[in-house]
């Protein structure tokens, strides 16, 4: 099956990246400059993602966690070095989303990121036995939360807050999710990736509510004439 999940896989970065070529389009973004971003990005994120998967379980791999946050440093040097201020991580919110909606299903066909052991009729045999398809969840997660996004760009908020909101977003499902998914050896309770979850949470929230909480003021302000 190696070959198909590296066909998924492929499949999940050439969404990715056209959902992001397709947000940049309507955004009036689609400059050499952005596309140079996108791929600072994602080399950025490959590098995370396989540094992450090492430091957490010494071996080879790749988690998106690390990889977001890898992706998002190399962003803001790549943005440094060729002067571009205007803000694009919403233009990665939506393409992170996708490509992993369609990516854990690689994860599925290649046996990794696997669930606990469980007697549900839903469970699938992986590893000698009846297993929670956490690749699944993760996927019909990341789906969820694509579809969420889309609604709402329609409220234009202000720039950032979709990239902020599915930061938050994908960090409460993995968590959740991992209560369901073999992992590393717990840490108080709770194993290496909910613990950067929870980090990550914290960070995407906070900055998540600090964005939005001018935009209420400034549209109670608009409507308080009206109301009067």
Known sequence: ?????SAVYALAYATGLAVFAAAAKRRGMATDGIRLIMFAGVVGGL????????IATDGPGKTILGGVAGG????????RYLGIVRPTGDLFALALAAGEAIG?????????????????????????????PTQIYLSLAAAATYFILLRFERAKPPET?????????MCTYRFAIEFWREGTAPYGGLD???????????FFGWKFCALMRPAKMKSALTLAPAQA
């Open 161 to 169: 807050a979709m990239f902020f909101l599915q930061g938050s977003l």
């Open 192 to 202: 290496f990736a909910q613990w950067a979850a929870l980090a990550g949470l914290a």
């Open 104 to 132: 854990r299903w690689g994860c599925f066909l290649a046996g990794c990121c696997y669930g606990k052991k469980t007697a549900e009729s839903w469970g699938v045999w992986q590893h000698d036995a009846w297993r929670h």
């Open 1 to 5: 099956m190696l070959w198909a999940s």
């Open 47 to 54: 590098f995370g993602a396989n540094l992450a998967q090492f």
């Open 72 to 79: 998002y440093i190399a962003v803001i040097a790549a943005k």
